[in-house]
């Protein structure tokens, strides 16, 4: 057998944890389960991760930066802002509707989270990694246009956030795309006009 590195280990228990989750629902992504996943011994979980919620906070930061990536390489350095803003969340978008599954994991997370005391900061873990990221691009947004918010970015990213998660949860249930996006687009506009 192959040895492989602790590093590529964790990243592959944690795509394997996303899979199974996906797949199968978040209360049948157990270590055992997640071994299962790749074929190897439980213990190898448990020396690559000290836990389940552990390994479920690697979840949340690697789909959130996933997000992240997405809306960043939509991001256009041609010093438009209304093009930079309305192609990140076009990108955004796209990997909503790529990766559905791992979206809906996103809110299942959250509620499984917030349902215990003891992993509970998860769920505010994943929130502040969402509102990081938003705080990024909006930053990066800002440096590749030379534009500045008239209202703090930590409040924007609050708003993008709550409209983000209503739009994606809404199309998780009805699967219209088309509302979806031009909601999107009608936010888009309204950020738009909070440049400075």
Same mark, same amino acid.
């Given at each position: ?52 919620? /552990?390994?479920?906070? !690697? ?5 959130? &930066?996933?997000?992240?990536? *997405?809306? %960043?390489? #939509?991001? =256009? ?19 909503? /509707?790529?990766?559905? !599954? ?5 809110? &299942?997370?959250?509620?499984? *989270?917030? %349902?215990? #005391?003891? =992993? ?19 930053? /990066? ?16 990213? %609050? ?38």
């Amino acid at each position: 057998m192959t040895r492989v590195p602790v590093q590529e280990r964790r990243a592959d228990l944690v795509q394997a944890a996303i899979q199974v989750a996906t797949r199968e629902g978040l209360a049948a992504t157990t270590t055992r389960r997640i071994a299962q996943e790749l074929g190897i011994s439980v213990g190898i979980v448990h020396y690559c991760f000290r836990s389940k919620e /552990e390994l479920l906070h !690697e979840v949340i930061r690697v789909i959130a &930066e996933a997000q992240v990536v *997405a809306a %960043r390489s #939509a991001i =256009t350095s041609s010093g438009d802002l209304a093009s930079s803003v309305r192609n990140a969340f076009l990108a955004f978008w796209q990997l909503v /509707e790529t990766t559905p !599954e791992a979206q809906l994991l996103t809110y &299942e997370l959250t509620s499984w *989270a917030l %349902r215990n #005391a003891e =992993t509970e900061p998860l769920a505010r873990e994943q929130r502040a990694s969402q509102l990081a990221g938003i705080v990024e691009i909006l930053s /990066e947004i800002s440096k590749a246009t030379e534009v500045d918010w008239s209202v703090p970015a930590e409040q924007l990213a %609050r708003m993008t956030l709550a409209v983000l998660d209503g739009v994606t949860l809404g199309w998780l249930v009805d699967r219209d795309t088309a509302s979806a996006v031009q909601t999107l687009q009608m936010f888009a506009d309204q950020l738009l006009a909070l440049a400075a």
